[in-house]
């Protein structure tokens, strides 16, 4: 089957969707011929991957993720593919405590680092959070604290068969876009950050549907974060209907150069954010702020982005959400 599939690929032959759903569930059930495999994603990556063969792959590890039974009118995971290169602060974490402010339930699906500095998991372990906190601790902080991280490791077994091969491999795949798209928390919301247009394109094609509203974005300067220095491109998905547009930073006063929300070590990266929930108003602020604020429109907590900034200051001048990272802290505190 492998072969039949891998020698239709390099002709640049689109696949179905069972074809590729198939191939998978027998890998990923039995024997994977890490050779022929590694030249299948190669090979898919080259021609490009479509709507159909990246909704299988989906589908196949979702079916064998571990998911969460945990039901709100207002859950959301605000995260991005990563890869974008750029290096930046972890802006999305960042974003996510302060979402947790309000009357919405964040599942941060998230892992470590793989392209950049630090990941997810790297800055809130270094802020004392238990990144591997178990079910019944994860669903009690979403319901108590509005707040809870979901390792991806945990979560998804299947992924451990592949995760040698891709190391190996070295190239973006089409795994490199699947993590936004595996939450094992069922979203009603969802914010997406995308490492370039197309990547953008074949991820809200892939989503459509599936949430009750979705954004999927990508800046003009490469991030998969809303900018603070250029516009960024957003596919906005609601009742399977695809709108797109563009927010610029300039129309809320803001503008920074890319370079002044650079990332560095988990460690660093803990102090920043910090920094930003204590008020100090740097560009990392800002950054913060819009995405948060973005988010919150998007969540329907909010009526247009300016108002989500101007709450998202809110709950940041106030302390409010500095005392959330308290309480996070305490909650997730590691060995507790």
């Known amino acids: ?50 709507e159909k063969e990246i909704s299988a792959f989906v589908d196949a590890f979702y079916d064998r993720a571990k998911k969460l039974n945990f039901d709100h009118q207002r859950t959301i995971d605000t995260c991005g593919t990563g890869g974008d290169g750029k290096g930046t602060f972890n802006i999305s974490t960042a974003a996510a405590i302060v979402l947790s402010c309000f009357d919405v339930k964040v599942a941060k699906h998230g892992n470590r680092s793989i392209t950049s500095n630090s990941g997810s998991a790297d800055i809130l372990e270094k802020l004392g959070i238990d990144i591997q ?10 319901e108590e604290l509005n707040f809870a991280f979901l390792f991806a490791p945990l979560y998804h077994p299947a992924m451990k068969k592949v995760a040698n091969l891709r190391r190996a ?24 950050g995308t490492f370039s247009f197309d990547a953008q394109e074949k991820v809200a094609s892939v989503l459509r549907g599936k949430r009750k509203k979705v954004a999927v974005i990508h800046s003009l300067d490469g991030l998969d974060e809303i900018s603070i220095s250029k516009k960024t491109r957003v596919l906005e998905i609601q009742d399977k209907n695809i ?38 108003k740097s560009p990392y ?3 913060v702020v819009l995405n948060c604020g973005f988010a919150l429109y998007i969540c329907e907590v909010a009526k247009d982005v300016e108002e989500g900034i101007k709450l998202s200051s809110k709950a940041i001048e106030s302390k409010e959400a500095y005392f959330k990272l308290k309480e996070l802290q305490q909650f997730y505190k590691s060995g507790v």
């Open 1 to 50: 089957m492998l072969i039949d599939v891998l020698e239709a690929v390099t002709n640049k032959k689109d696949l179905e969707y069972d074809q590729v759903k198939n191939l998978l569930d027998n890998i990923l059930e039995g024997e994977l011929d890490e050779i022929k495999f590694g030249a299948f994603l190669a090979a898919l990556k080259t021609k490009g991957e479509t």
């Open 133 to 142: 906190a178990g079910e019944d601790k994860v669903l009690k902080g979403l």
């Open 169 to 192: 491999l070295g190239i973006r795949t089409v795994f490199n876009i699947l993590g936004p798209l595996l939450n094992p928390v069922p979203l009603k919301y969802q914010v997406v």
């Open 243 to 280: 709108r797109e547009y563009y927010i610029d930073p300039k129309d809320y006063g803001i503008e920074f150069d890319t370079s002044s929300i650079k990332g560095f070590s988990p460690e660093e990266n803990a102090r920043i954010l910090i920094s930003v929930l204590e008020g100090e």
């Open 285 to 287: 602020f800002w950054a």
